[in-house]
């Protein structure tokens, strides 16, 4: 029997909690019922109306909604493999992503369909499919679609059959395609529903951009839940503020960059976020002092970390509420694997090292996609020694708590010895005033690569070269200490995923020159 | 990559926590490390000195214990597959048992080591292994055989080996051997641990026999999680409470009966009980008036109810704390079914039937057996129409909550009316006075099938028919108030999973007479 298929989770879920408010997104709202059959209506007019067969690709590029989880969950009832588009890829990347995925038929919003209406041609696009409200070109509209799509159940699809194309590669070169499969998916979201739990008292909010990995324990695990999802279009801090407390969400998933914003919100206040029963942040390093600064304004939430990529659904490593509240040095891991996932520490041959030792973070589990679309080689290289080569740089305790020291491109080599930029960066956030820092390898004759820093002082604050140099001093060691701080006033630049590009503020300094790592 | 096996559980956890306290028996105690060397050993031992191969089978025939322990773990790691025996057989269900599972090794302690010589050379087995000490007939010694294995790592096993070949039908007909695989039994351990959350800090007691799948989360997601472990040899109210509140223990598996011997017990006080944080209970009707009882005592304990069969590798629904806390019809659910299982209530010719309806359990998911060993008519049989047949009467509610009404076989046609046995049951139970009641049919030449109850009254108390039959008019329809009722002195006959044995209560009415039903 084919168990391991979104199937299993969703359509038990709509026995059970029928008649169960789901959605609240903006003013639309729908039960479980009422979500679930246009969902079938939606995979009915992809097969039908719009030929996307199971095995064929449609992609996605609009801000959240629930229109979003309708395209998913219609991907995983088996009417096609979904292809979620990142918001920020320039129009050259698109039309490269769209004529790699071969998505014919593309949903988009009124934010962005002139970009698609550029491309379409030239990536192969036929059909366009316009979500919601405004005045944008497109071929037909998306309630259109799922008034003529018929509510039958969908045939269900095989454990096997690929579900998700999601292009990795926004902060380094030629976007990759992650194939992913419902087995994957399914054993992902089993691993983390074994450290998470969530029941149909919980309410998500969907703030983090649906197209991210990182959304999708909110866009199966949350609806096979029984639990509400509440809708922003795009991360806004005044707005995550608003619905937090307007519609009593329990749960979320921020990267940290968002939590910062949000507790330096001028409108923020404690009771705002009073409602959280847990907070999920991951993505990027969490400085400590944020955390400090979380921990003691809520000592009750259960506070996750989770940290994982693309190619593994998801998940490979949880730190959850215990650990939190113990706080000390465990603050700074990453967690210990999911149970279902192996993490091992390698050298560059790929021998596994002592605990305490750094070398690369490679991990193994069920959760792990089919491939590189199109790129045996690259899924070969990815997959060597049988290991899923992270590119991240990190260790393990004595526990088999993973410490994540740095990507392994961002790590600067100065004068023979490897200083990771974000112990560096963590020394230099606990600088009061300190609103945003980034530390970066920048060329320098002496030492091969100069530790070079940027930061953003908050509204308000002026700071000195000399300070923060001090401030660095007391707490890494000589060599770590940046040998130039450079100060900016507007944020630094951040991915789609919210994640500082560091590769971007390396490049002015780097120009016709190779760093080697990227 | 062939991730669902125990491998991707035990080693995992054997590095994170190598030096950590895990198994408490009697005087015996070792670390995680040290057992999982010893797994090593034993399954070395298994290959080279004994001739087991992956596919061949081993049984046990022993009182709870550490061996135990290891015997399974050594299975999971690939070195057999594992046939444990019910410890109540007769010699010869034994040797039937022994020659269909083709068990050419059995490891046995001082208790079982005479019934096992009786049927040895009948069955076709070779090699006797002594656990533990006395003085009985063995051709091996347990701690030689480990002494002599060597401690190196297996070779991984495939996801679809099997590992357990697990005889039921100690209530029904002759047994059948269910064969599970890797797979199945990692799939039915992630459905738990979605549900049940144990960590490092928790500690288990094996009270319940290890040869039954009620085990199975101690057996399997116990030791993965870096729990502590700690037997009794065999069921003993008295030994419980006082291991319980020796060792700490945090969480237990028990039948209803188990449950009511120690609230009923002399040496009972509530702070014996008091570290436990979670209490499973299943396998059998849990009567109301013990579980108001329990939690009235235990406010904050976490009382999971369980139900499954060894079939399905254990769990198909579960009723969490949150419900047992709302209190009220829910307490006589046995829950919803677990993520990853469908359940489905369905008639005699398969159709679903409507919430609200009774019909027979039927039940698909990953973790369900790969078929009765060597009885392809029977497999075919229990998953006609791709849905396992549990031979359980239910019915679901609006919400999906499962409340099962009867055995199929002990339902009671009278008048062309189906009673269901344990509905009478909980109506008599509640009254004072009332230690154990069965109710089973049996023949009437006016009514097909006539209710009849068995009660034992509490020591000291004595009871009369009319004061039952009238407690139970109030209660429940005139239809199915017990036309007869019998008293006894002695506790009612229960199986090795100490589940009350109605065939036996019935056998002595129904001589020389076909029930039909069983």
Redesign the interface.
């Known amino acids: ?1 084919k ?2 298929v979104y199937h ?2 969703l ?2 879920s709509l ?3 029928h008649d169960r408010e789901m959605i609240i997104d903006g003013d639309y709202r729908s039960t479980h019922g009422e979500h679930v059959e246009r969902v079938f209506r939606l995979a009915h007019a992809l097969k039908h109306d719009l030929g996307v067969e199971r095995a064929d690709r449609f992609a996605v590029m609009t801000l959240n909604g629930h229109q979003y989880l309708e395209q998913y969950h219609a991907a995983f009832l088996g009417a096609g493999i979904i292809n979620p588009l990142n918001l920020r890829l320039a129009p050259v990347e698109l039309e490269y992503i769209l004529f790699d995925s071969g998505a014919r038929v593309v949903f988009v919003d009124a934010w962005f369909a002139n970009v698609i209406d550029q491309v379409k041609t030239a990536a192969g696009v036929e059909t366009v499919v316009l979500v919601g409200e405004g005045d944008a070109p497109h071929d037909v509209k998306y309630e259109d679609l799922i008034a003529a799509g018929a509510a039958t159940v969908p045939d269900e699809p095989e454990e096997d059959d690929p579900v998700i194309l999601m292009y990795t590669g926004g902060t380094t070169g030629l976007p990759k395609g992650v194939l992913l499969d419902q087995r994957a998916e399914m ?1 992902n979201l ?2 983390a ?2 450290q998470w ?1 969530f ?1 149909e008292t919980d309410v998500y909010l969907h703030q983090t951009p649906m197209f991210h990995a990182a959304s999708m324990g909110g866009v199966l695990g949350i609806p ?1 839940a029984g639990s509400t999802s509440t809708f922003i279009p795009l991360f806004n801090p005044e707005q995550v503020l608003d619905v937090i407390a307007r519609d009593g969400v329990t749960t979320t998933v921020m990267v940290p960059t968002m939590i910062g914003m949000l507790l330096q919100h001028p409108s923020f206040s404690p009771e705002k976020l009073a409602s959280l029963r847990t907070l999920t942040y991951g993505a990027s390093p969490m400085p400590v002092a944020l955390l400090e600064q979380l921990l003691a304004l809520y000592p009750d939430l259960g506070l996750y970390q989770g940290y994982g990529m693309t190619e593994s659904s998801a998940l490979l490593t949880s730190l959850g509420p ?1 650990e939190h509240r113990e706080g000390g040095p465990l603050l700074r891991s990453a967690g ?2 999911l ?2 996932v ?2 091992s520490i390698q050298d560059e041959e790929g021998n596994v090292v002592a605990p305490g030792e750094t070398g690369e973070v490679c991990a ?3 959760m ?1 996609m089919r491939e590189y679309w199109n790129k045996p080689e690259a899924t070969a290289e990815a997959f060597r020694g ?1 290991w899923y080569h992270t590119g991240d740089a990190g260790y393990l305790d004595d ?2 708590y993973l410490f994540l020291v740095d990507r392994v491109k961002d790590m600067i080599v100065t004068g023979g010895e490897n200083v990771y930029s974000v112990e560096v960066e963590n020394a230099i956030a606990t600088y009061p005033g300190v609103a945003q820092v980034a530390v970066i390898g920048i060329p320098s004759e002496q030492w091969g690569e100069a530790v070079h820093a940027i930061v953003v002082p908050a509204e308000g604050t002026t700071l000195t070269e000399d300070e923060i140099v001090a401030h660095a001093k007391e707490r890494i060691a000589g060599y770590k200490v940046p040998k130039s701080v450079e100060f900016r006033t507007d944020p630094l630049p951040l991915s789609g995923a919210m994640k500082i590009l560091k590769r971007d503020l390396r490049a002015p300094y780097w120009e016709g020159q190779d760093r080697g790592v990227g």
């Open positions: 029997m168990e391991l299993r989770q359509l038990p026995e059970r909690f054993l089993y691993h529903l074994m739990h029941d096979a215990r210990r694997a149970r279902g192996t993490v193994r589990g069920g792990y049988g526990h088999g």
